[in-house]
Structures are given as C-alpha cells and as structure tokens.
C-alpha cells in the first residue's frame, strides 16, 4: 500500500482558538474566516492551497468539525476513500464530519419519472428528462469544460430555467454570468489552460511522433486530471457504508440547514437565509467515535426532505 507523506501545516489560528478548531475542504469560492480553508487553488489569503489526494498537511485528533461540499464526487473511489480516512485522522474523538454531494439517488429517482412522463409526449417533461439525463452523465463524460451542461444552460429559456434552478440553485448564475465576474469559478473547476513547458514540449512530441488523433487523446487526459469532471457518484447507501468502512457511527442524513456543528448556519456554507446554494445535495454527517464507544453506524437514517 503506498504510504501517504505529509508536510504537516500549522493552521493558521492563534493557540485561543486551536480547540474550535474546522476544516473546511475544497472550499472553492465559499469558506469563512473562523474555519481553516484549504483548496487545490487558493485564489484567497484566507485559503491554503491542498492536493487532498495526497492526505491532509494537518496533525491528528485536532479538529472538532470537518466539511466537504462537492469534492468527494470528483475523486475515484480509492481516494475518496482515503479522503475521509484523512477526515478520520485529522478529527478529535467526537468531532463530527459533514459530506455534501450530489445525490444519485435522488437523481436517479428524477430520471425515471421524467423518463416515463417524456415517453407519454409530455412537454414539461421532456425538457425535465433532458436536464436530467445531463444531470447524471455529462459531468463524467464530458471532453471540455462545460460540456453538455454548459450549452443547455447557455440557452435556456425562462419554462426550462425554472427546474434546472431548482437543481443547482445559484450555481447556474455562476454559470451564466459574463466570463470576467467567474474568474473565481473557472479557476476552482478549470484550473488555467496555460499548461508548464513539459506538458507543451509532451503535445509538440505527440503531434510530431504521432498525429492530431493521438494530440487530442492527450489533451483530453490534461482535461480529465483538472477536476471539473466527476469520477464516482454516491446515493445515502453507499456514503453510509464508506463512512462506517472507516470507523464513523452516528451517520445521518440531514436538510441544508440542519447540523450538529454549533452555529453552523451562521457560516452560511450550504444555505443563507432559507437559499439552498445546492439544492440537488445529499447533506450527510457522522461522528469520529470517542473512545471505548459502541460502533453504530445507523444511528438515524432518516432522509431529509
């Protein structure tokens, strides 16, 4: 098994704070000055730039929360397994863990009913079933940023702008909005199309030595590592067998604005003032156990509605 070496980073806080201390992972363009935020990217001050598929730079037992919003999606199943052991470590005993992601069974459950009502000619539907459909494949398909995804919603009109915000909610803002106020996003999602002198001395060679179609598998790879794409989908069953694989109990599904880290709607991480920013998510916690406690991993598999 490779062995995960770590430069271990003091966070960023005065000793007052170290016992309240969270760590908010993949933060992106939404994080809060009371948390240690870390990023593939920072594009802020307040963010530690963190390739989370090579551990967390953080000391064990030190953090009495941990989140993550939409980043466990974008890793394949052997590192979103060893993101949440990280998560496991680096979390004091009791510390609880937050997990947001896309829920496929949620979707899946979308699809079926916009499939059968779209079969039967409806309107409304076939414009549901198509959103759907791009909804569940073209984030892990696509060859380009955007995609699909980002064609449909560029030509949106206001019947079918109505469910594909009751979607993704802001994020189609973020998606519409005029190239120079995403800088922010593009940069999280498409890290800069510069690419670094080997990379274009690779393309060059690959163009000379073996043509235009070999070039253009090539820069579909370069694509594929930036982490727009998604690379494995969860639903409530498996994210519940995940945490528990590792050692979490208490796991639970939870709504947008409901959690056991204290005050955590005044972070307005998921929600602000009854806005879901994620409203296709499956919102999920579980606790590190404390010490000598029974393991029950289902302590409350209610699902939010």
Known sequence: MKT???TIIPPPVDKAQRKNLKLNIGCGRRFHE???NIDLRSQHKQVIECDVT???PFSADIFEAVYHS???EHLVPDE??????????VLQPGGILRIVIPDLERIARLYLQSHRSAWDGNEAAIARYTWIKLEMLDQMVRQQSGGMMGQYMAALDRQREYFVRSRIGAELDYCRAPKELTTEVATKKNPPTTLSWRERF???LIRILLGAKFLTAFNEAL???D???HRWMYDRFSLRQLCADVGFVDFRCCSASESSIENFVEYRLDSENDRVFKPDSLFVECRKPVKNQAANPVSDFRRAV
């Open 34 to 36: 009371d948390w240690v």
């Open 54 to 56: 090579q551990g967390l």
């Open 70 to 72: 939409h980043v466990l």
């Open 80 to 89: 979103g397994k060893k993101l949440v052991k990280e998560c496991f470590r």
């Open 223 to 225: 694509f594929r590592k």
């Open 4 to 6: 995960i070496t770590r």
């Open 202 to 204: 690779c393309r060059k």
């Open 227 to 229: 982490g727009e794409i």
